[in-house]
């Protein structure tokens, strides 16, 4: 079944820097990469998701690029606030009908 | 607004309960997911279902059952045969597949064993 890394597991930045995550998969038939931030005592939220026909998404400050070839992809976030600090979970959707989960990066922007 | 909705927010059980924990969901989609969720550890799949009267073991699936016996339901109920039951538990749905991949998740509900 499909499995997913993500590194690292925990991240600190400046205000105003920039922060990034990565994330690899090893289902070659993964199509779908959805990342999530969950808030304390939260469910997580989708905040963007790209395809496999698609190499980069940007959203505002956030942007997803996606290398097949290498089977990874990577969250960008760009000039951090600190309501930015939460759990980032990269997810994938291969073979199998459901996502695969990461373990998780906790994201801390300090002032 | 649609959503979902999972109740209670905290639920504590003594050693050798089952508990159930509700999952409700009024966004019209067909499959809906359960999950465990420990710190350190992300999100594990515990079971999923894609229809009505229909669904499946995920990867811990032991201690736990489910039921889905109407599209905007799916309750988890964690059996004093689950070793280690506290954890944060979530509930998702989506869109059928081929029409969206995206999970929406609720609220989670914190399982506390006393």
């Known amino acids: 079944g499909e499995n997913v890394e993500q590194h690292p597991s925990t991240l600190s930045v400046q205000e105003g820097d920039s922060a990034v995550i990565k994330c690899t998969y090893s289902?070659?038939?993964?199509?779908?990469f959805p990342w999530y931030k969950q808030e304390l005592g939260k469910g997580p939220q989708l905040i963007i998701d790209?395809?496999?026909?698609?190499g980069e998404k940007k959203d505002q400050r956030i942007a997803v690029t996606l290398n097949k070839t290498a089977k990874h992809f990577s969250l960008h976030i760009t000039e951090t606030q600190p309501e930015d600090s939460a759990v980032y979970f990269c997810?994938?959707?291969?073979?199998?009908?459901?996502?695969?989960f990461g373990s998780g990066t906790q994201l801390t922007v300090l002032p | 607004d649609g959503g979902i909705t999972q109740s209670p927010k905290y639920l504590f059980r003594k050693e050798g309960q089952n508990v159930t924990l509700s999952c409700e969901q009024n966004?019209?989609?067909?499959?809906m997911y359960w999950y465990r969720q420990d710190p350190g550890q992300g999100l594990r799949l515990i079971y999923y279902?894609?229809?009505?009267?229909?669904?499946q073991k995920g990867d811990i699936a032991e201690g736990y059952s489910v039921s889905r016996e109407k599209k905007e339901s799916f309750p988890l109920t964690v059996t004093s045969a689950q070793k280690n039951p506290t954890a944060f538990y979530l509930c998702?749905?989506?869109?059928?597949?081929?029409?969206?991949?995206?999970?929406?998740f609720g609220s989670g509900t914190r399982l506390t064993v006393v």
């Open positions: 998702a749905s989506s869109i059928p597949q081929g029409r969206g991949y995206g999970y929406t």
């Open positions: 966004l019209n989609h067909d499959a």
């Open positions: 790209i395809r496999s026909n698609v």
């Open positions: 279902s894609q229809i009505v009267n229909d669904f």
């Open positions: 997810a994938a959707k291969g073979s199998a009908r459901q996502l695969t």
């Open positions: 289902d070659s038939a993964s199509n779908y």
